[in-house]
């Protein structure tokens, strides 16, 4: 399933993935790979900095992860142009979520970093039927 944003002309397109043969049912770890497109749909290059991650698995634990950049990358976007990258998530229930944000530094003299969201994903083993 795909789930997309677009917050001030930047687009956020994310697939998730379960990882059946990363995961261990006894362990009670359950891995999740997810792919995220970040599209730039405005006229000004922009830097992704920093991004956040707020999860939340079906004990209702909750994680924030904060941190510089994406896979080790702080990507700088031109108009017109995306990034994409993939990463992944381990999780101690079969169902969680996802939510976050990116900070972006447009490439321009004046102009300020901004927030943008990273729309909620679900994240939930496929229930096999016999």
């Not at 994409?84 to 003299?109: E, F, N």
């Not at 943008?116 to 679900?122: A, E, S």
């Amino acid at each position: 399933m795909m789930v997309a944003q677009i917050t001030d002309n930047i687009k956020i397109a994310v697939e998730v993935s379960f990882v059946s043969e990363e995961s261990d049912w006894q362990k009670q770890e359950f891995l999740f790979s997810y792919a995220i497109a970040i599209e730039n749909l405005g006229q000004a290059t922009v830097q992704l900095i920093s991004r956040h991650w707020h999860i939340v698995d079906a004990s209702g634990n909750k994680k924030d992860i904060f941190g510089e950049g994406v896979v080790g990358q702080q990507p700088i976007i031109k108009p017109k142009e995306q990034y994409r990258y993939t990463s992944y998530c381990v999780m101690k229930t079969p169902i969680g979520s996802m939510v976050g944000s990116y900070l972006m530094q447009p490439m321009s003299d004046n102009s300020k970093i901004f927030s943008v969201h990273i729309p909620k994903f679900d994240l939930v083993v496929p229930i096999q039927l016999n």
